[in-house]
């Protein structure tokens, strides 16, 4: 039975703008439909939220927060949000329509993926989360679904529904958020601060499980995952694919660092990290295909998502124009089943005969070669990340000698680990020859300058010149401290910081002052009253009716006995006097009918009934101010009544 036909928004309008074709996805917070834009006739994607949560402020928050966030990041690589409204019970999302498969159904139909196929979907995804980063929030749920591969060949990052401003602390007692899977240790500690190096962390373990075609932790139950992500390190990728590169290894680890102060500081860094490892390849290691990738005719066809139910076996014509990172080759090379191969032409006897023998010319020369060398050359082993001890020990084991051992500071290497080696890694070296070490000093650390008593402008040159930037400033009241100077920072001068780490900056107000009451005060009294208490005076263009004097004031903001600063400023508006309209002429009326009349017009009424009036009289024989007069509006009226 098609689900399509149940679901009671398919064939709808949403907003009178957006037509329901179809239905694509189900998740736990959402339902995703194909839609129509009749305004502009486009296809396009809407995001609706589940009516039961449309009434939970928490949710609606979240999924308003999604539009605004992606709305920020004209990106290429980000699914792009276009409007966002709401229709009755339905609260939803119009966004860009991506025809094509997740990297989740990639996985579940190709197992391991090829290492250029992999780093071809992980820097679009890294650059579009870098965008996210150096627009200061973080997508906090990464993993194989929210990674869309177009039909086009286009890779976009989807689903900013966890987004997080950077400097948000999230604390998470009570719930995780996110899939376990994909956690960074610090999002399962309590009080762990979600910043950039999270989606870092999730896109090595992303990278991973495209490199292997399983996930680096496995368990009975999400807690055991969650303990093994907090206890365990990600093991290299080439433990499960033999023969897999080190610098793939290397990049799964630096990226997947338990401690978040080792990995890129977010993912700009890992994708320059990403291509650094891409450039040292060569077309064999990138085009090596692991053990675990799985044959082309496999289906799966009872997995698949349902947010892009496209086989993907379907064969595709190999484009012309070469390796573009972005272009349709990339669903080409993950899709496209071997070419059939060409009939050969028969060469001649002759020709034939001059190729063997030019074959045996050149395995006898290369058996040469390698017997007048071998034993005498090494290849480098790989270093990086070990100990100064640990690499000693590893070129002694490989016949090496340690050579120059220089030190330098670095944002990702612990302290006392290898950054580097001269010749590099892989590198084939004599046996008897030297290698060189590059040792972490950890990263660069600055003193935290003394800026107290400083003006705020100066105290945020002296920081920057010291290599830290300026954060957060708050403002405070001070009897001490003048108005616009430093009070305190955060962390306190003297204090030792990794460079370009941000200073708080705590700032005077001035001295508070009371700010007097000079409602129904002459414009001049009230002026010198206000200056006289350290405050400066402001009076608005415009003049309102009010029940004090005209030319008096009418009202003051800051309002009477507010704390202010001293050289705040208080804004007086002065009265044009009461507001005087015409009185309606009741005399002769019933009592209620004047009362309707003259309470309509904007007075207040008292009746005086006089000895007679007592007697049962009903009808007005008087007013105090004569219909067709004016008085103030709102004051009293007296009717007798006879």
């Given amino acids: 039975m098609d689900t399509t036909l149940q679901d009671p928004l398919v064939g709808q309008v949403l907003d009178g703008r957006y037509r329901i074709d179809a239905r694509i996805a189900v998740g736990g917070m959402a339902t995703v439909y194909r839609a129509v834009d009749t305004r502009l006739d486009r296809i396009l994607a809407v995001k609706v939220m589940h009516p039961g949560l449309a009434a939970d402020g928490t949710f609606v928050e979240r999924f308003i927060r999604e539009a605004k966030s992606v709305a920020r990041l004209a990106h290429p690589n980000v699914v792009q949000v276009f409007d966002q409204g709401t229709d009755g019970a339905y609260v939803y999302l119009a966004m860009e329509y991506i025809a094509g498969c997740t990297l989740r159904d990639v996985l579940r139909e190709r197992g391991a993926l090829q290492p250029r196929a992999a780093l071809d979907i ?36 989807a689903d900013f529904g966890l987004v997080r401003s950077v400097d948000t602390v999230t604390s998470t007692t009570g719930a995780v958020l996110g899939t376990v899977s994909y956690l960074a240790p610090e999002q399962i500690e309590e009080g762990g601060r979600a910043d950039a190096r999270v989606d870092v962390y999730a896109c090595g373990v992303v990278l991973y499980e495209m490199l292997t075609g399983g996930k680096p932790h496995d368990g009975e139950s999400p807690a055991v995952v969650l303990y093994k992500h907090l206890h365990e390190d990600v093991p290299p990728p080439s433990a499960t694919v033999p023969g897999l590169a080190y610098e793939l290894d290397e990049l799964v680890a630096s990226a997947t660092a338990r401690n978040p102060e080792v990995r890129p500081h977010d993912a700009v860094a890992l994708l320059a990290q990403a291509r650094t490892a891409r450039g040292a390849l060569g077309d064999e290691q990138l085009d090596a295909v692991p053990p675990q990738a799985l044959t082309a005719d496999h289906d799966n066809a009872e997995d698949r998502t349902s947010v892009l139910p496209r086989s993907l076996t379907v064969p595709r014509t190999l484009p012309a124009d070469g390796d573009g990172l972005y272009g349709p080759n990339l669903t080409s090379r993950l899709e496209s089943p071997p070419l059939p191969p060409r009939p050969r032409a028969r060469l001649p006897r002759r020709g034939l005969v001059t190729i063997v023998a030019a074959v045996l010319l050149a395995l006898g020369l290369g058996v040469g070669v390698w017997y007048i060398n071998s034993g005498q050359f090494t290849k480098v082993p790989s270093l990086l990340a070990q100990t100064e001890q640990e690499a000693r020990d590893r070129l002694a084991d490989a016949g090496l000698e340690v050579g120059k051992v220089e030190h330098a500071y670095s944002d990702t290497a612990q302290r006392g680990t290898v950054i580097s080696t001269d010749p590099a890694p892989g590198s084939r070296i004599r046996g008897n020859g030297s290698v060189g070490l590059t040792v972490s000093r950890g990263p660069e650390t600055v003193r935290v300058p003394d800026v107290a008593g400083y003006r705020l402008d100066r105290a945020k040159d002296v920081i920057e010149q010291e290599g830290l930037k300026s954060g957060t400033v708050t403002r405070t009241f001070s009897d001490d401290v003048p108005a ?6 955060d962390p306190e001068g003297g204090t030792e910081l990794r460079s370009g780490s941000a200073i708080a900056l705590t700032v005077s107000k001035g001295r508070p002052v009371d700010v007097p009451d000079v409602v129904g005060d002459d414009l001049e009294d009230a002026r010198e009253e206000l200056l006289q208490a350290g405050l400066k005076v402001r009076i608005a263009e415009e003049q309102v009716h009010s029940d004090v004097d005209a030319g008096q004031v009418a009202q003051q903001s800051p309002g009477a006995d507010a704390e202010a600063a001293e050289g705040d400023t208080v804004t007086l508006t002065v009265s044009k006097g009461p507001e005087m309209i015409e009185v309606p002429d009741v005399v002769g009326d019933s009592v209620g009918d004047a009362k ?45 009544i006879g």
């Fill in 484 to 489: 616009g100077f430093v009070i305190s920072t």
């Fill in 596 to 640: 309707d009349k003259l309470q309509g017009a904007g007075f207040e009424v008292k009746e005086d009934r006089g000895f007679f009036g007592l007697f049962g009289g009903d009808t007005v024989e008087s007013q105090s101010v004569e219909g067709g007069e004016t008085a103030p509006k709102g004051s009293t009226i007296t009717v007798k």
């Fill in 122 to 157: 992980l820097e679009p995804v890294l650059a579009a989360l870098g965008a996210a980063h150096r627009a200061g929030f973080v997508h906090r749920d990464m993993k194989p679904e929210n990674v869309l591969i177009g039909d086009d060949g286009r890779v976009k990052v």
